[in-house]
């Protein structure tokens, strides 16, 4: 991010002089910002956060070539690897990336791949092991798609790896981005409260994902327009999006559809952590669970993402506590013991 410099000028006029203190002590008050409510919820432009290259500028080569590929199987996946397709039969359901990953993984905060490919090879703890970027996608398609991997050098990993890397071209190998993560959000003292997020749900979700969270599908039945939440198709227990605080931040940047952005939500940070506990409950939402239940999830539980919501734990919390809230008392014993803080 580049630092803005400000030029003092000598002006003879002290009038002029006081303005410009006023004017600067506006914008340091402006930026000392609270946590947002319903009613101060307002636009925030931040250039900072990263562009990703506009479609036009893909190169007309080879390379090219996979690139759009990539981009059209991110788009499109169920119709090329789904169930029914194509290519391949490689998901358990009908939904594609782009359930997740909005907007072919170019919107901020929104599971993006603006730095995927600057960032693998990397270790991740729910595996234990360091994972390449063919090896994380096949780890999306087993987990929140129930399905199997695909052969590594097949060309449609290859080629979702080349759309990935034409993305974060202008990323810095192993650095973030701003915008590549979860929005921020301010955890509340309290358990995430599941029966105001059912309220929540019912108000503002179920004409997009259903009254029972099945989904929309398309015209044609042959994808979903928005994907199921819970039950037999939806993403896998233990995928990215079943944790509570993964899920409220992404809420929080995105819905509403169409109401909400990142820089001006439509929820506040409570609300979207109790929508996101409502849709992960297990005791009354199912979901598709782990094929292989032999190889457990974060083997080191050190690394264990602090709203997983099956232990053990390398603290003192119960499983219900990781899952629900609250989380600061979590946080703090995680600092206080060196034990890493991941969410």
Not at 307 to 324: I, N, R
Request: hydrophobic share 35%; glycine share 6%.
């Amino acid at each position: 991010m580049k630092k803005r410099s400000f030029i003092a000028r000598r002006v003879a006029l002290k009038p002029i002089i006081l303005l410009n203190i006023i004017a600067v002590s506006c914008i340091i008050a402006c930026n000392n910002s609270t946590p947002a409510t319903k009613d101060s919820l307002l636009p925030v432009k931040d250039t900072s956060v990263f562009v990703p290259p506009d479609t036009s500028t893909i190169p007309h080569d080879q390379f090219g070539e996979m690139v759009r590929y990539g981009r059209e199987l991110i788009v499109n996946t169920a119709h090329y690897i789904g169930p029914d397709g194509t290519v391949g039969h490689y998901l358990g359901n009908k939904m594609n990336c782009t359930s997740c990953h909005v907007d072919a993984g170019t919107r901020p905060f929104a599971f993006n791949f603006f730095s995927s490919h600057a960032r693998y090879p990397q270790y991740r703890g729910r595996e234990n092991e360091v994972l390449d970027l063919g090896e994380r996608i096949n780890n999306c398609i087993m987990r929140p798609h129930s399905g199997t991997p695909m052969p590594l050098d097949s060309k449609e990993i290859i080629a979702m790896q080349c759309y990935m890397k034409w993305l974060s071209a202008k990323v810095p190998i192993g650095a973030h981005v701003r915008g590549d993560e979860s929005l921020e959000l301010e955890f509340p003292d309290k358990q995430a409260d599941v029966q105001k997020g059912a309220q929540i749900f019912a108000d503002n979700c179920t004409s997009c994902h259903g009254k029972n969270g099945e989904g929309l599908w398309n015209a044609d039945s042959t994808t979903y327009t928005y994907p199921p939440l819970w039950g037999q198709w939806a993403y896998q227990d233990g995928s990215s999006p079943s944790r509570v605080i993964k899920l409220a931040g992404f809420i929080k940047a995105n819905m509403p559809d169409k109401k909400a952005t990142w820089s001006k939500p439509f929820l506040t940070d409570e609300e979207a952590i109790d929508v996101a506990a409502f849709i992960n409950d297990g005791r009354i939402h199912p979901r598709p669970q782990k094929k292989n239940k032999a190889v457990p999830d974060y083997p080191d539980f050190r690394f264990k993402a602090i709203d997983y919501g099956t232990g053990p734990y390398a603290d003192t919390f119960s499983a219900m506590q990781h899952k629900f809230g609250p989380y600061k008392p979590i946080i703090e014993y995680h600092k206080a013991h060196g034990v890493p803080v991941i969410f």
